[in-house]
């Protein structure tokens, strides 16, 4: 059983039946078939080659997310053989994998491995050592590492999380329709906008207490501007649920235009949401995942975290939607678009894209 599994951990980005499969072999595993899978695994990381240990960071990975069993041991021996394992297994370190990594720190070895692994473990202790980082000012760019995380220390130096662990996946629903109405331009570059035409407001106020007189939000965004910087949105009470470019954004601001052509169709995107949760880190690989499109959850971020600062007071935003252009046909170019939503401001949004 277990070099049928692994056998199926070959094919790189499978597609969801394939997921499927395997993630349930291995909710299936009983304590004897894990320990035999742990032993095997133990041997493809100690084999020094890539392949075999990039086989058994996709377990892992999965391991962590649909199972209960420790990988502690996993990771402390990735960390012995030297393999630097994505930032995001460090979620599920145990006392083992943290005492490595504290060594290593104290014998300033691979420091900026041990710093991105520490944010990902939630314990007062290595948060606390966060704080005295950041009181003293000794770790450059120590933000970047919380961001990347999925949280951040705020004035009062308390860790304050920056997604929710609620999750529910997206996919196309049915009507998804190319634009062909010119009056929907970006502002910025005069391309056709894009546009979530039907987000069930009831999402924000379950997931971050945000309520809205509105039962839907229309939100538009642009596939060439959101590249570069957010893009801060507003949704004023007379709007009628319609997101559109914040006041705040210059009349007058122009944006770059690439040397090549890049044209923008525009369209409607209807959302179909599923109807049970499923684990927050569903997504948090983009090599490694399906259907990364989501409400909630933790962001995919093929390059690293840029959580955006609320145009109005300032605060760090929450991420609440991403939709991915390989789950949205209409959408032209490849990309992960994250929507974002000022807790303390309630009408603020902004979009980005990740690719």
């Not at 072999?25 to 095997?40: D, G, I, M, P, T």
């Not at 297994?89 to 490595?100: K, W």
């Not at 959850?297 to 390989?326: I, K, R």
Request: aromatic share 10%; proline share 4%; hydrophobic share 40%.
């Amino acid at each position: 059983m277990i070099d049928a599994l692994l056998e199926i951990y070959k094919t790189y980005r499978p597609e969801e039946g394939v997921a499927q499969e395997r993630n349930e072999q291995l909710r299936s595993l009983s304590l004897e078939q894990y320990a035999s899978l742990e032993e095997v695994l133990l041997h493809h990381i100690q084999s020094g080659q890539a392949a075999q240990i990039a086989i058994a960071e996709d377990v892992v990975s999965d391991l962590i997310i649909h199972t209960s069993f420790s990988v502690d041991l996993l990771l402390r021996t990735m960390l012995q053989v030297g393999y630097a394992p994505l930032d995001h297994l460090f979620r599920a370190a145990g006392p083992q994998t943290e005492a490595e990594l504290l060594a290593l720190l104290e014998r300033k070895e691979r420091p900026e491995l041990v710093i991105r692994a520490l944010a990902w473990i939630d314990r007062e202790e290595v948060t606390a050592r966060f704080v005295h980082w950041k009181r003293e000012e000794t770790i450059a760019l120590l933000d970047l590492y919380t961001f990347n995380a999925g949280w951040e220390l705020d004035a009062n130096y308390k860790k304050r999380w920056l997604f929710t662990r609620s999750c529910f996946g997206l996919k196309a629903a049915s009507g998804q329709t190319k634009s062909s109405d010119s009056s929907t331009k970006c502002r910025w570059c005069d391309r056709q906008l894009y546009n979530i035409s039907d987000f069930p407001t009831d999402y924000l106020e379950k997931l971050f207490g945000i309520a809205s007189t509105a039962r839907s939000l229309s939100i538009p965004f642009c596939l060439y501007c959101t590249l570069f910087e957010p893009v801060p949105m507003s949704l004023t009470t007379a709007s009628n649920g319609k997101v559109d470019f914040s006041p705040r954004i210059a009349a007058d601001k122009r944006v770059e235009q690439p040397r090549y052509n890049l044209e923008a169709s525009g369209g409607n995107l209807h959302m179909q949401v599923a109807e049970s949760m499923r684990d927050c880190f569903a997504a948090v690989d983009s090599g490694r995942s399906y259907n990364l499109s989501q409400i909630g959850g933790f962001p995919t971020w093929p390059q690293d975290a840029n959580y955006p600062h609320c145009v109005e007071c300032g605060t760090t935003m929450l991420f609440f939607m991403q939709v991915e252009s390989m789950d949205f046909a209409v959408l032209q170019y490849e990309g992960v678009y994250h929507f974002f939503v000022c807790q303390a401001c309630s009408s603020e949004f902004a979009v980005q894209q990740s690719n």
